[in-house]
């Protein structure tokens, strides 16, 4: 019905209209990308049919959008790090290059946070994002930059990054999908800065999309191989599943409690669950995980089975030259002079402090080794958790500091290695986005998007912002 150029125009001016708002494409590929969308309406007038072309090219014409971490050949590479301003990718990140010939057409590259280690995407290379549905509130991090494009209508797939939320966190603040697959699925190469020694477990590539049914076919492109490791072709009976729920944490002390309409929200996706589908949803309190925070710190910091040692973080800032000091950058800071986010400095003090004490380190790997062993259990191969996919709804700019380690609630999956979908589940009387983290044992990711395909029928799924 509307040719391929037609489509990448209209994204295009879509983002030329509100980008000046949010500011979340930080580089475009504009002229690349209506050339390229100029190739596909010349292949598909001369193709011999729709079935081929479907075949080989299941994204043919997609526009998409691209985390900046991630190489996209051409576009600008630096993960918010000043030092590296002028790094520009000479080649594509592996799931980029499995979008590009599935057919997919990237408009641009996205901002995020500082590293991609803070759960706000501001920094001092792009500045700070602001989320569509209140600009006076943070997109999340660090795959920030996604998380609004996609909430604001710029782009059809986003491709994200998550080592302790940072597809999740920003789906949830902007009310769309995300989803972290199972660990070792989707390969991770291409992206700065890429995991190394026992993070290569935990840092996770998926899909972010305005609506539930695009995840599956995007993580199939983005899997590639691998995806003969999880079960996509099985059919899901929801009737079936054996869902669990739990409301909180468990009162962590170093997380706020959970806002009274995320419970809500909670409370009405297990009612419609147990009035539609007739289920029986399993209250269940993990004691374990009200030390989410804890056990996500040091299991990140620990040696992996070859005994080599987590990259740390004041290396990475530092990018090839001397390594962070972070007591002197914080000085440098204060009075203006600093080159680094304040999350950056202050992760780089919490990472010394971690250093001081491996005994306690090495009861919490054990804890977190003992929670996997119990998560697995408990969701075996028909089991789906319900959880909250964070405390509080979009926080304020700048507020992620009074209260650091509310990303906790997403972390512990990551470690645990567990597949996650966040689903959005309306707005909130402040219109801000609401949702819910679905959760299933290993390889089980089919699960969790036949929940949230369903949950988004039930509950509406993306809002466009400004509507209330």
């Known amino acids: 019905q509307v040719t391929c150029v037609e489509v990448v125009e209209a994204y295009v001016e879509r983002i030329k209209e509100v980008n000046p708002l949010i500011n979340a494409v930080v580089k475009d590929r504009f002229e690349e990308a209506l050339q390229e969308a100029r190739q596909v309406d010349k292949l598909l007038s001369e193709s011999p049919g729709d079935d081929y072309l479907e075949e080989k ?26 030092n590296r301003r002028n790094v520009v ?36 290379v792009y500045g700070r994002t602001n989320n569509p549905y209140d600009l006076q509130r943070i997109v999340g991090g660090s795959s920030g930059g996604e998380g609004g494009v996609l909430a604001a209508a710029c782009s059809i797939i986003g491709v994200g990054s998550d080592i302790g939320g940072s ?71 929801l009737e079936k599943i054996k869902f669990h729920c739990m409301d909180h944490d468990g009162g962590s002390v170093f997380v706020s409690p959970v806002d009274k309409e995320i419970l809500q929200a909670q409370k009405k996706v ?52 001397k390594p962070v000091w972070p007591l002197w950058e914080l000085m440098k800071w204060l009075v203006g002079m600093s ?19 491996p005994g306690a380190n090495a009861k919490l790997v054990s ?14 191969p028909d089991g789906v958790l319900l959880y909250p996919s964070h405390p509080t709804v979009a926080p304020r700019h700048h507020s992620p500091i009074c209260m650091p380690f509310n990303f906790a609630y997403t972390a512990i999956f ?12 309306g707005l909130s009387s402040e219109g801000l986005p609401l ?25 509406g799924g993306w809002v466009v912002p400004g509507k209330v």
């Open 339 to 357: 080159s680094h986010t304040l999350p950056a400095i202050a992760l780089g003090l919490t990472e010394k402090l971690m250093k001081l004490n």
């Open 57 to 82: 090219f299941p994204l043919l014409g997609v526009p998409i959008t691209v985390k900046e971490a991630f190489s996209l050949h051409g576009m600008p590479n630096t993960s918010g790090l000043v």
């Open 167 to 237: 597809i999740r966190m920003p789906a949830f603040f902007n009310g769309v999908f995300g989803h972290k697959p199972t660990t070792g699925v989707v390969p991770n190469d291409g992206q700065f800065p890429n995991a190394r020694g026992v993070r290569t477990s935990y840092l996770c590539t998926g899909p972010m999309c305005r609506y539930a049914e695009d995840l599956e076919p995007v993580l199939r492109v983005m899997a590639g191989p691998g995806v003969k490791k999880l079960k996509l072709n099985e059919k899901v009976s």
């Open 435 to 459: 949702g819910i983290q679905l959760v299933a044992a290993s390889y089980n990711d089919h699960l969790t998007l036949a929940v949230a395909r369903y949950l988004e029928k039930a509950f």
């Open 270 to 321: 297990v009612e419609h669950l147990e009035g539609e589908l007739g289920v029986q949803v399993q209250r269940v309190a993990i004691h374990k995980m009200k030390y989410s925070f804890q056990i996500w710190s040091a299991m990140m910091s620990s040696t992996d089975s070859n005994g080599q040692e987590a990259q740390l973080f004041t290396d990475l800032l530092g990018d090839h030259g």
């Open 89 to 124: 990718a000479t080649s594509d990140a592996t799931v980029v290059s499995r979008l590009k010939q599935a057919g997919a057409i990237p408009l641009g590259v996205t901002n995020c946070s500082e590293l991609c280690m803070w759960y706000e995407s501001s920094n001092r």
């Open 414 to 425: 990551n470690v645990l290695g567990l597949p996650v979908t966040q689903c959005p589940l």
């Open 367 to 380: 804890m977190g080794k003992s929670l996997q062993e119990e998560m697995e259990a408990l969701l075996g």
